[in-house]
């Protein structure tokens, strides 16, 4: 492991975790920022923006989601399944059914692959394994997890994630994390918002993508990312997964 890469996910010293375990107590989710060191945040944030092979996950109603790798979308066949599936998406999400299409790199079964042994986002989810994230999960949300998995996501324009609860309570899942690497400046009309909503279907609290900012939110519960407009100038990047007790 490399110098850069030992404070590739070193948390933030000075946070005081009481506040955010008391907003999290009252309504199941917060959102924490400059959760990790600035020298970590830009670390990772350049690992993502540079050093990442974007592939696209798409999803249609209750049908498996799909996956396609960077090396997939390059190729003619590759791209015209994953036009077929982001047009099926698009049809479900029109009819007020579930649908996605981000970009993303499945860290989990990269590794199990053995695409890039070592490398930085197998260093990640170690790092996201490690008591010192993982104890800073438990004192916020009150909760005994175990374990987390990973992914590497990023909403360019034309992508979303429509609204539904992650419901496999039985896989354990507990708690979905968000660990926002956003621009700085990101504007709140390029989209990309993690929203919250009541059985009416009105939101009730939404998070602006921010830099070096960590959701936190108790699952099952209704929520959505915001549709990101094909005038938005970057795309939102994050590292998101499920925070589990088994």
Known sequence: MTEALKTLFEINPALDLAPYAARFAATGRVQLRNVLTEQSARELMTVLARGTPWGMAVGAGTAKPES????????????????????????????????FRFAHYPIIEAMQQGLDPGGPHEILLEHLNTP????????????????????????????????????????GWEVAYVLNLARDDW????????????EEGDVVEGFRPRFNALNLFRVPTPHL??????????????VTGWLRSK
Do not use: C
């Open 68 to 99: 396609f790798s960077a090396a997939q979308t390059r190729t003619p066949q590759g791209s015209q399944a994953l036009q077929h599936a982001a047009r099926n998406a698009e049809q479900h999400s029109a009819r007020g059914e579930y649908g």
């Open 132 to 171: 010192d994230f993982l104890d800073l999960a438990r004192a916020v949300t009150g909760i005994e997890l175990v374990k987390a998995d990973a992914q590497a996501t990023l909403f360019a324009p034309n992508n979303y994630l429509g609204l539904h609860i992650d419901s496999h309570v039985a896989e």
């Open 187 to 198: 504007h709140p009309d390029w989209g990309g918002h993690l929203l919250f909503l009541d």
């Open 225 to 238: 990312v915001s549709y990101v407009p094909p005038f938005a100038p970057i795309g939102r990047m994050a």
